[in-house]
T-cell receptor, first 107, second 114 residues
Framework: GIQVEQSPPDLILQEGANSTLRCNFSDSVNNLQWFHQNPWGQLINLFYIPSGTKQNGRLSATTVATERYSLLYISSSQTTDSGVYFCAVTSNYQLIWGAGTKLIIKP | DGGITQSPKYLFRKEGQNVTLSCEQNLNHDAMYWYRQDPGQGLRLIYYSQIVNDFQKGDIAEGYSVSREKKESFPLTVTSAQKNPTAFYLC?????????????FGPGTRLTVT
């Protein structure tokens, strides 16, 4: 089945820094989602991005489906950005999840 | 306003007891899902349902059961057969049942079995 790999597994940054999170997948996919899981466990949809580039405030994402990767950019990080960022791709009506990138933003 | 609700937020049970977790959505979504998350791990699919009165096993269905009698509701029962039931349980729903859809999640239920 499809494998989803995220990197880096952990990232510690100072407030105000920029970061890039990567998601690689092993086969062609029909969609890709990025989620942020906050410290209370709530999963928040960030982007639904099977291809192309999208932006939402300080966050943006790019998926290059032909090369099987997606990038999530966070600019001017804030402490509220801390948490775990997951990417997930669709295969056979199921979401296949990466292991996540744990992001800690220090004040 | 629309969304997915899960109750309760925290649940404590003694070993050997069955327990049912509630999931309700008012988004008019056809498909619903149950996931399990263990500390420091990603999500694993327990069961999913693409339509009322129909559901399929996910990757870790053993020890769990579900029903889908109404479009809005997809309760999950954690049975005494589940060997390690303590975990964070997340319910989700999606706009469609095709291959291109977006899933939305409820706030989760933390189950502790002692």
């Amino acid at each position: 089945g499809i494998q989803v790999e995220q990197s880096p597994p952990d990232l510690i940054l100072q407030e105000g820094a920029n970061s890039t999170l990567r998601c690689n997948f092993s086969d062609s996919v029909n969609n890709l989602q990025w989620f942020h899981q906050n410290p209370w466990g709530q999963l928040i949809n960030l982007f639904y991005i099977p291809s192309g580039t999208k932006q939402n405030g300080r966050l943006s994402a790019t998926t290059v489906a032909t090369e099987r990767y997606s990038l999530l950019y966070i600019s001017s990080s804030q402490t509220t950005d801390s948490g775990v960022y997951f990417c997930a791709v669709t295969s056979n009506y199921q979401l296949i999840w990466g292991a996540g990138t744990k992001l800690i933003i220090k004040p | 306003d629309g969304g997915i609700t899960q109750s309760p937020k925290y649940l404590f049970r003694k070993e050997g007891q069955n327990v049912t977790l509630s999931c309700e959505q008012n988004l008019n979504h056809d498909a619903m899902y149950w996931y399990r998350q263990d500390p420091g791990q990603g999500l694993r699919l327990i069961y999913y349902s693409q339509i009322v009165n129909d559901f399929q096993k996910g990757d870790i269905a053993e020890g769990y059961s579900v029903s889908r009698e109404k479009k809005e509701s997809f309760p999950l029962t954690v049975t005494s057969a589940q060997k390690n039931p303590t975990a964070f349980y997340l319910c989700a729903s999606s706009t469609g049942t095709g291959v291109s859809y977006e899933q939305y999640f409820g706030p989760g239920t933390r189950l502790t079995v002692t």
